[in-house]
């Protein structure tokens, strides 16, 4: 967990452009992602995924941002403009929207993560950062940038790459990582078949996070090389990095806890099951990721909502809500609600059960529903007496989507309902 007092907020973090990769489709959602980009996914009951590199980068002293957008990208845009446009352009702040639009040729979108920096090159080199930070825009973390920054600058490095251990059966699912004892890479692959484990630890990988810290004219260097490659699929993890390692210096950072040592907390919710594993993390007496450290808050974009509101309280028909977490503008109206996270505007209607379930803004449960083990997406209306969660066979016949963990999705398009605009 960052602390106030250990963070490196200096000249290095305002002299570093920060860019947040957020066109990511995030297909693994599947219909949770099917208007919006994955950043624009809301995480935590009032968040949206993005807002977690966006807080990391104010909290860490970082005030120069660009948004890098591209698929469906509409609500991903609408939420930054209204929920981060509070920074001073006179002071030299910003977070600039920055979308796909073919400013090298008239018929290339981003084709990689390489490529989408290297599209914007010429708005890097009008900011003329001392350093430029990368960064992935799905991503469930906090982390004072203001660390590897210091570490970069202070080891010389031309390159510095965030990285985590992960379980070993895990780790083909990431970009893997060799490192000497000085902490220099020296093998990188990209979700490899094998990924080799860390020396003398056979069931752990070092994985890459997918944030880099650059020096200006390394970057420069290196993305014209590689848009100059014909047969480059232009992506860090695939082509920028196995291609540096042998002839420059890049080291690895080791996301740790400032206080503990131990293994920060980093969630990929990149699939419904992870999605809805960690929103109920949330509910936790203790969670892994703590929503109310006041020394590190998430900044976002929320509406001016009543309180939340628990009504009647007969012995068959009591609003009450139990080891959960409620947002503003709910209405728990004679229904219990169980280990379930409830995002704003969600009304929940007598003699309705809901456990273990996340709910996303603006949905309408109607009277003696019956749901768990399920994410209800943004704008349902479920019809009286629906029940959700205790049959998989029959949620998959009425169209649901039945993950391999058991977690049933509903969007409002399978209950034949118009998806809300704001998704």
Known sequence: MPDASLRFVSRLTRNTLALILAGGRGSRLHDLTKWRSKPAVPFGGKFRIVDFPLSNCINSGIRRIGVLTQYKSHSLILHIQKGWGFLRGEFGEFVELWPAQQRITETSWYAGTADAVFQNLDIIRAHNPDYILILAGDHIYKMDYGAMIAQHVESGADMTVGCLEVDLGK??????????????????????????PIPGRPGVALASMGIYVFNRGFLYEQLIRDADNPVSSHDFGKDIIPGVIEKYRVLAYPFRDVRSGEQAYWRDVGTVDAFWQANLELIGVTPPLNLYDASWPIWTYQEQLPPA???????????????????????????????????????????????????????????NCKL????????????????????????????????????????????????SYVR
């Not at 990431?174 to 093998?187: I, T």
């Not at 509101?309 to 709910?330: I, L, N």
């Open 309 to 367: 509101k628990f009504v009647f309280d007969d012995e068959d028909r009591r609003g009450m809500a139990v080891d959960s977490m409620v947002s503003g503008g709910c209405i728990i109206s004679g229904a219990v609600v169980r280990h379930s996270l409830l995002f704003s505007n969600v009304r929940v209607n007598s003699y309705s059960y809901v456990q273990d379930t996340v709910i996303l803004p603006d949905v309408d449960v109607g009277r």
């Open 171 to 196: 780790a083909r699912e990431f970009g893997v990582m060799s490192a000497d004892e000085d902490g220099r890479v020296r093998r990188f692959a990209e979700k490899p078949d094998q990924p080799d």
């Open 372 to 419: 768990r083990y399920a994410v209800i997406d943004r704008g349902c209306r479920l019809p009286e007496g629906l029940v959700i969660g205790h049959d998989s066979g029959q949620d998959r016949a009425r169209g649901f989507h039945v993950t391999d963990g058991g977690v049933t999705l509903v969007t409002p398009e399978m209950l034949h309902q118009e998806p």
